[in-house]
């Protein structure tokens, strides 16, 4: 093996190490101190094996726009609302859709600092 070759292998091998860690570290994170607020989808683009859906959201006051992959929703979910998990302190470097759990019209928005599980008195 070139010595190229040798160099291009650990730099991809470091690479591949970096993202195992902040996966695991990120999911960690969510699981430890994420919060659920409610997401609006706003668009859904792909083919029926893997859809990419864009969703807005509102933590503290501010609004963001952040995109996630799924297999279970599909186009006419546009508009619809969820509750997503977001990390506080970067509420668009990891979030999970609850996809399952659509938001109740009784419930219009989040509390400013989102709810620590999910408002089962609403849900039910």
């Known amino acids: 093996m070139s010595r190229n070759t040798k160099i291009g292998l650990l730099i991809a091998g470091i690479i591949i190490l ?10 960690r994170q969510l699981n430890e101190k994420g919060i659920f607020v409610i997401g609006t989808i706003t668009r859904i683009e792909g083919a ?3 859809l990419r859906g ?3 959201f509102q933590y503290q006051s501010v609004e ?11 186009h ?3 508009g619809r609302r969820f ?3 977001i990390i506080p302190s970067c509420p668009t470097c990891y979030l999970t859709v609850d996809e399952n ?8 928005e989040s509390p400013y600092n ?11």
């Open 18 to 27: 970096i993202s195992i860690f902040w996966d695991v570290y990120t999911k």
């Open 101 to 108: 759990t659509p938001v109740p019209d009784s419930l219009q």
């Open 48 to 50: 029926k094996a893997s």
């Open 114 to 124: 989102g709810w620590d599980s999910l408002p089962v008195k609403y849900l039910q």
């Open 83 to 85: 509750f997503v998990k």
């Open 76 to 78: 006419k979910d546009t």
């Open 54 to 56: 864009f969703i807005n």
């Open 64 to 74: 963001y726009n952040s995109d996630f992959l799924s297999k279970t929703i599909s």
